[in-house]
């Protein structure tokens, strides 16, 4: 730790800080662009000029005599700052016109709009007017530039934080910059777009409206957003994010950075992989008893990913409608219906009916589940769902040929286990069956005719069961089904409990290194779906109303892998477990 | 259009050589590639990037940042012709210069005759000052020029 | 008493070029000397002479030396910085094409003192003549161990790859042209780390210039105090003086354009009177640019600076710079001067700060806007407002190119702003032509 001087604030500052982070530890903004804690100093952009000095240990102070950029000046012992002179607000003002001369005044269509560095910036540092007597600089918007983002030329400030990203963190280098001083422009290389599964980031990246999200490209005003700290479901590194949202409509996801979690970034599969929320073949509401054979026909269609979407859930709607549920709550008779439908096969064999837990599940909804399930008997199998595996880990930066860095080297890492919350449910399993049951084990079982009945949770944004399972769980007399999405499995389920997504879900997910991070609801779901949460707080009959909160308060006392619980679990998360793969990116 | 032959690129691996890396071979390269094609065609873009192991987008950032090198719609003539602008030439009639030729020549600088003879450059300085008005043709300096002698070099009778 | 030229001795002489000529002429004693001696001699040797390098910034070469890190594993980089470009100037051309074993002997030296282990001669591509004869003379030394293995029987090895550039004057900034030799962009580097430290390929760096690889072998040849007997001597403790002797480029409206050998310190004056035949066409001169064009202008009041390091400096020019001498008559318009050097530093900068980027850019606009008749006695005002606002002496870029974009404009408007005035006023368009174009 060493001490700085920021316009007379004393201040304590860590190593290989900078300037403008020890600004930010004292409260005080250092405006900069081309700046950013997870790539290289460039220190171009000469927005974070400041005066700089040294307080001699006699107490005086000798000055710089020029300006210097706080980015790539390191906050020494004693270093002192100053960044409210009349000479720093002058160059502030002066590097502001110089970015401005050529930038278009299109604000009223512009995305970035209220979230713009050139907007805030130039409205805290710069000058109300422009001396450019010269006709602007018109520049070709690049569509092309990927298939997630358009760049808009002429707004660009030539930061190249979107360059460093592709060098330094994806390693794919596909964005570059193109010819020479007033009139270089970023691009890419004919015919090889930037498509990386991290070029989203370079969206967030800009500081300015230059790279746009194709996907949120006019949508919506960013000001109309609401936003929910939440963690991203994609894989088992668990990105921090954040959820925009309005009027209950998702718009957009973005990275939220966490040093404990992924850092700052995340992939495009999770910032644009939401849209499954918003599908036709959500599940609309729960339903008791199987589906007549002509619709079951229909609907398992939908399940199949057929293109006739819809027909699946309007064939729900009426047969809820048929079970005069339509109007009134149809849930106390559905859970009612559930808790029988368990009791009548445990009663006869208890032994002959299992729960399989998903790892897409949240732990408190998990916990309810099992020690709802053991509480009833013990001799009900509890066993984990299928574990979404695709392909290998996918790190960065990539080297020249595509390679994954050297170990150690990762900057970032999509995982090929596709689920957000497995090591949280295995700690659960672990604690009420002692042992983590794979899905294998129970689909050989299934082979040799030894369940009665199933309670099967899903929460998969995909159709997570192939035929030949299906076929087996056919024959069960019954088939529990908690999940959100229309699938052959919905189908042919005895009960379905309809539930939600992670956007209209609180709970807590435990990611590849055992860190657990809380997510938040930012969306209700539709009137007749319930949050699992919820869902499972009423099925288990506990008095009162779910809250995440208390379900951890519960798990702490009651097992001791989850005894972190007992605290807050704050905006980062706490660590829950040490993994042997330990907090890497 | 097509790219390097193989002869260019044993070249361009034979330079690896001289290098601690494979990245400081981009300029040569890129001359090499010029130099034969007159041009650089979008696949020998590919093919030095292959070779440097780098992306065909870190190689066209070097390469258009010189100003020099030309893409494939846009080759070279069969001369070169630069004509220089800066001061020392300025004040001895470069900027004149520079616009006979042209006017003569029916281009703008960056542009190659009809005949497909000879490209015009306006440069900046280059380097022969005490011969203002200088020219450099393909890379050979020529000194006092006048637009006669640049038409004829131009022309192909000089 | 005249000077008789030594860096420039074989210029102009049958075979200048050929290692035998140089060889007859004494030729390479000046390595065995250096070889002969322990290498921080050597330093110590350039140091004493008072050498600070040709290429511009008038640094201590041998003090440039000493930062090298010491007892260094592994490669050291000498970069020679052939990259001539500064308007104005063509020394190096001529070393090159006249006399390139001198260089390449100093460069040899230079390895030697700094344990270099490879040198990189960076060459601009519009010195062909002077790429083919430094082809050829390397060739030449290799086939007489003065290059290569164990050169010779020293135990010390080195081997010189010529680089050619692509018409980029950034590249002349010592960390541009190691990015550019790198093969990226030739973005200047922030520093530190300097590249004594941190330098091509992220390895312990020195960058040279090629004249001053010429006076490296004349030091190590005649012995620091022969180049500390010419020049103008330190003036105090805080200035290095100005030693040696320097090769003055005279261009531009004088009788007799051409490279003169000098001890340092030689008046603007003396120089275009007696070693260029006087201004043209009996004209007088107006302005005088004193060492390239991003050093500014003397005005004709102004013509008995000394050109040393020092002399410019005390006439608000920037520096001595290349020692570029560039004569503007009386007859020639500011306007287009400054129209002309804020265009070349808009071609030239390498885009990467904001303040030079656009303010090099916008400037060029406003001259060209002045010189079709449009111009507002305002935009001299804003134009002094950019060049006080952009280079490193205000802090606001990387490197020096914006402050030598800067300097011609604070000069031009601060000497001549009567008559940037009233071209103003008076509505008076350029007469001269300017082709549209691009490359």
Known sequence: MSTVFINDIEIEVGPKENLVQAAERAGVEIPHYCWHHDLSVVASCRMCLVEVGEKKPDGTIAMIPKLVPACQTPAKPNTVVITNSEKVKKAQAQTLEFLLLNHPLDCSICDQAGECYLQDYTYKYGKAQSRLNEPKVQRVDKYHIGEQIALFTDRCVMCTRCVRFTREISGTSELHVTNRGSVEEIDVYPGEPCNNKLAGNVVDLCPVGALCSKDFLYKKRVWWLKTQNSVCQGCSTGCSIHVDQEENRLYRIRPRENHLAQGSFMCDEGRFGWKYIESEARLFGPRVGKLQ??????????????????????????????????????????????????????????????????????????????????????????????????????????????????????????????????????????????????????????????????????????????????????????????????????????????????????????????????????????????????????????????????????????????????????????????TVEGKSA | MSGLTEAAKQKIRDLLACYPSKQAVTLPALHIAQEEARCVTREAVREIADILELSPAQIHDTLSFYGFFKDEKHPLGENRIWVCRSLACMLRGGDELLAEVCERLHVSPGQTTKDGKATIELAECLGACDGAPCILVNDKLQLRMTADAVVSLAEGRA | MTFEPVLLRRWGKPNSQSIETYMADGGYTALKKALAMEPPKVIEAVQKSGLRGRGGAGFSTGLKWTFLPKD????????????????????????????????????????????????????????GDCYRTCEKAIQEMYAKNLLGKNILGSGYSLDIYLHRGACAYICGEETGLIESLEGKRAWPRIKPPFPAIEGAFRRPTV???????????????????????????????????????????????????????????????????????????????????????????????????????????????????????????????????????????????CGQCTPCREGTAWSAKILARIRAGQGTLKDLDTLTDISNSIGIMPGTTICGLADGAAWPIKNALKKFRPEFEEYITSGRRSQSLEVAGAH
């Open chain 1, 293 to 578: 054979a002509a619709s079951q026909h229909q609907t398992a269609h939908v399940g199949n990913g057929s293109s006739s979407k819809g027909n699946g859930t309007a064939v729900l709607h009426e047969q809820a409608a048929l079970n005069e549920l339509a109007t009134v709550d149809p849930w106390p008779s559905v859970l009612n219906a559930t808790r029988q439908a368990i009791k009548s096969v445990v009663d006869s064999a208890a032994d002959r009916f299992a729960v399989v837990l998903s790892p897409m599940m949240f732990c408190e909804e998990a916990f309810m589940l099992a020690k709802y399930i053991k509480s009833i008997n013990k001799k009900i199998t509890l066993a984990l769902g299928p574990v979404p595996v695709v392909g290998e880990d996918d790190i960065y930066p990539k080297g020249p040929k595509g390679e994954p860095p050297a170990p150690g080297k990762a900057k970032f890492t999509i995982r090929a286990e596709k689920c957000p919350n497995r090591l949280g449910v295995e700690a659960i399993l672990k604690h009420f069956q002692g042992e983590v049951i794979n899905f294998g084990t129970i689909t050989e079982r299934l082979n040799s005719k030894k369940f009665d009945g199933m309670y099967l949770v899903g929460g998969y944004p995909e159709a997570w069961l192939d035929a030949s399972v299906l076929s087996k769980l056919d024959g069960l007399s019954t088939l529990i089904v908690q999940d959100f999405m229309n699938s052959p499995l919905t189908d042919m389920a005895t009960i379905v409990l309809a539930s939600a997504t992670f956007a209209e879900r609180q709970g807590t997910v435990v990611n590849h290194a055992g860190l657990a991070q809380e997510v938040q609801q930012s969306i209700r779901g539709a009137t007749d779906i319930r949050p699992d949460g919820r869902l499972l707080f009423d099925l288990s009959q506990r008095q009162g109303m779910y809250s995440a909160a208390s379900i951890r308060a519960e798990m702490a006392k009651e097992i001791p892998a989850f005894g972190a619980f007992a605290g807050e679990i704050g905006e980062l998360g706490i660590q829950l477990f040490t």
């Open chain 3, 72 to 127: 260094v594993q592994g490669p050291i980089y000498l970069c020679i910085n052939g990259d001539e470009s500064e308007p104005g100037t063509f020394n190096n051309r001529v070393l090159l094409e006249e006399d390139p074993h001198q260089v390449l002997e100093g460069i040899v030296i230079s390895g030697y003192a700094t344990k270099s282990t490879t040198a990189y001669l960076y060459l601009r591509y519009e010195y």
């Open chain 3, 207 to 349: 960058v040279n210039n090629i004249e001053t690889m010429a006076c490296v072998t004349q030091i190590l040849d005649r012995g620091p105090e022969w180049f500390q007997s010419l020049g103008i001597p330190s003036e105090n403790p805080k200035d290095p003086g100005s030693y040696g002797p320097k090769l003055y480029c005279i261009s531009g409206h004088v009788n007799k354009p051409g490279l003169v050998e000098l001890p340092l310190g030689i008046t603007a004056r003396e120089l275009i009177d007696k070693h260029a035949g006087g201004v043209w066409k009996g004209r007088k001169a107006k302005a005088v640019v004193p060492g390239g064009i991003s050093m500014g202008f003397l005005s004709a009041d102004e013509l008995d600076t000394k050109l040393d390091f020092a002399g410019p400096g005390k006439a608000g020019c920037l520096g001595l710079g290349t020692a570029a001498v560039i004569v503007i008559d009386d007859q020639t318009s500011m306007v287009d001067v400054l129209y002309n050097t804020c265009r070349f530093f808009a071609h030239e900068s």
